[in-house]
């Protein structure tokens, strides 16, 4: 049975076969049935080499990836939220589709701009009231 591929955005699909799942024994709540379940899933993505994934794409998946990408550009993401095998592997494939999809996003384009001739006015006229303000604080001249 083959798997159908994973949509990450509109025209950004993911090969299941890239995923690669482990499963190693969670610590935490469960009572004796931690010690006999690996419930716990570690999920492994090779991002840099990842044919789904354009090169503009991987680059701005390395810094929100961050300690979750090995130095090769695989990600490991480790989820053991859950009590149950299937409700983590959800959880492990979620949190990766939404990293992906993050950094799938392209970064808006910043037009730079100049304050108007009017917001140049209005910030020196404040700056000369303050300094007045600031002048009248001083020792006070006059009679003695």
Known sequence: MAKSPIQIADDLFLDPG???????RAGGPGG??????????????????????????YLRLKPLAGR????????VITANQYRSQERNR????????DLIFEAA????????TKPSRAAKKRRLDSKRHRARVKG???AVKGED
């Open 105 to 112: 996003k392209p970064p808006k384009y910043r037009r730079p």
């Open 18 to 24: 890239e995923i690669e799942e482990t499963f190693i």
């Open 90 to 97: 959800e959880d492990a494939l979620n949190r990766l589709i």
């Open 68 to 75: 979750r990408m090995t130095g090769d550009g695989v990600i």
């Open 136 to 138: 009248d604080r001083g």
């Open 32 to 57: 004796q049935n931690v010690n006999k379940v690996s419930s716990a899933v570690q999920l492994r993505f090779d991002a840099r080499h990842s044919p789904a994934l354009s090169n503009a794409i």
